[in-house]
């Protein structure tokens, strides 16, 4: 296949429309299957950070009379230290409560002069802490203290999550599903366009696993170099995205990671599998109605 | 060699030819004539098995058609040149690429083959044409292209279905000239033509048996041809 038969190579047309609609419809989809595949990656990771990573963190907000606060935020990070399946929690600085507040107050807020309540980030380990008993705990020994698990608008970001995934991996199928339709729709075309040859090859005695050979491999190779440019086009729109950023919205999100990189490689091999069988099955079909 | 043997063949519920005999000598020179549409191309691609008879027996090199595999088929038509009034080449090959086809699709080796390829260009008056593609080329010019094509193999038959149908006179007399030096080389050839007068023409020269098409039967044709 790789190596070839340069006689046979020249019984097809090497341009033409034809050579034409595959180079450009293998481009066109493998572009877009980039793309695809860059949206699965990403919405598989919007739902890694939204499912795994607050499943793991809660928070407790000690609201005292200011000259309690420190007193309780001290019982509470002793209680906390003592929970089983609390891995760490700490207490944030003043800089990091600014920083929370910022979005809706502004820079430089005088955050010690405000009656805001004191934060505890608390991190979880293993199986996780037992909320309802800490809670039971936290009211006995800090009063002044609640415990937000993240449940209440974490399972609806979950669930949100989960569907972003799933509408990731459907996107991907239908478009896979979509450039295997185009190549073979294209690789009937172009065999359409090529009856007189191989018309012209059987009247001369070729044998049909001749003519196919000759056709599936011209094909094959058009729709890899036509994905392979298709793939190189999209990688480097995906490169001129916004940079992704941890705190960005989704759409900066979306892009290649690391070894994630390699999925895009696939693409270009992936299309030349769909034209071998497409023009196979084509040229088959074509040449058991010729005598 | 080519053996049909009560050979019909229908197409539409219609008979296009029915209780066809005969058997293609080795060396023999044969003509076919019949008025338009009488069924001598139905006849020409029975002999070369692009038809299957509907009843009766076509046998090509002594296997029956009806037990030839599609490779059978394609390597018995190595050893049947066949020329069309309408002859088709590979636009976007040259006319001698066009004439080393069949070498190439049986796999032998151009190089090797260059100097018959080169003699065979020569012999048919395409020496100064062989590197033009062929909608370059005018009508008699394609048919002897096409002529030099179904000999390149050193077949044994050459079928040629009005070769001559669609060149002036004079071009037709080279045509059939070739064709007669390829009978003279031991091939077998046969003619279907509507044109008489070049029937006439080639008895001067060549031991012909003149067939006839006629009420979808083959007939041995009068002492007038």
Redesign the interface.
């Known amino acids: 296949m790789l190596v070839g038969d340069t006689q046979a190579d020249r019984v097809v047309p090497p341009t033409g429309f034809t050579a034409t609609l595959t180079l450009f419809s293998a481009a066109a989809m493998a572009f877009l299957a980039v793309f695809a595949l860059a949206l699965s990656l990403a919405t598989g990771r919007l739902a890694d950070r939204w499912g795994d990573e607050l499943a793991r963190s809660a928070t407790v907000r000690i609201s005292a009379p200011e000259g309690q606060l420190a007193a309780q935020t001290q019982a509470a990070l002793k209680v906390l230290q003592t929970t089983t399946g609390v891995a760490r929690a700490r207490a944030l600085d003043s800089d990091e409560q600014r920083a929370l507040l910022e979005p809706w107050f502004g820079p430089d807020l005088p955050v010690d002069m405000l009656p805001i309540p004191q934060l505890i980030e608390v991190i979880e380990e293993g199986p996780g802490f037992d909320a309802q008993g800490l809670r039971l705990r936290l009211a006995a020994e800090v009063p002044g203290a609640v415990l937000d698990d993240h449940t209440r608008w974490r399972r609806p970001l979950v669930n949100a999550a989960s569907r972003l995934r799933l509408l990731g991996w459907v996107s991907l199928v239908l478009i896979g599903a979509t450039t295997a339709a185009i190549i073979t729709l294209a690789a009937n075309a172009a065999l359409a366009a090529n009856a007189q040859v191989i018309g012209v090859l059987r009247q001369v005695g070729a044998r049909d696993a001749y003519i196919v050979r000759a056709f599936v491999r011209r094909f094959t190779l058009r729709a890899l170099a036509g994905a392979g440019a298709g793939m190189v086009l999209g990688c480097l729109a995906i490169l001129l995205l916004p940079a992704a950023q941890d705190e960005g919205g989704f759409l900066t999100g979306l892009g290649f990671r690391g070894l994630s990189w390699i999925w895009p490689l696939v693409v270009p091999p992936l299309a030349a599998c769909v034209a071998f069988w497409a023009t196979g099955a084509a040229a088959r079909r074509m040449l058991k109605d010729l005598p | 060699m080519i053996e049909l043997e009560n050979v019909a063949y229908s197409y539409g519920g219609g008979d296009l030819l029915s209780d066809i005999s005969l058997e293609l000598q080795p060396g023999s020179f044969h003509f076919l004539t019949g008025p338009s549409g009488a069924g001598k191309t139905t006849f020409l691609?029975l002999c070369y098995?692009?038809?299957t008879p509907t009843s009766g027996t076509a046998r090509l090199f002594g296997t029956d058609r009806r037990e030839m595999q599609?490779?059978d088929?394609?390597?018995a038509?190595?050893r049947i040149g066949?020329v069309h009034q309408d002859c088709?080449?590979?636009?976007?090959?040259s006319v001698a690429?066009n004439i080393a086809?069949?070498l190439?699709?049986?796999?032998r080796d151009?190089l090797s083959e260059a100097a018959n390829l080169k003699e065979l260009v020569t012999w048919v008056g395409l020496s100064e044409r062989a590197r033009a593609y062929p909608p370059e080329l005018s009508g008699g010019e394609r048919q002897r292209a096409a002529l030099a094509?179904a000999v390149i193999?050193s077949p044994d038959v050459v079928l040629a279905d009005e070769p001559t149908g669609n060149v002036d006179w004079e071009m037709s007399q080279r045509l059939l000239r070739l064709l007669i030096e390829l009978n003279r080389m031991g091939k077998t050839i046969m003619i279907a033509t509507h044109d008489l007068a070049l029937i006439r023409s080639a008895k001067v020269h060549v031991q012909a048996r003149v067939l006839r098409i006629a009420n979808r039967r083959l007939q041995l044709a009068g002492a007038d041809l």
């Open positions: 691609k098995g692009a038809l599609r490779d088929i394609a390597m038509r190595r066949v088709k080449f590979l636009d976007h090959m690429d086809l069949p190439m699709v049986s796999g151009l094509r193999m």
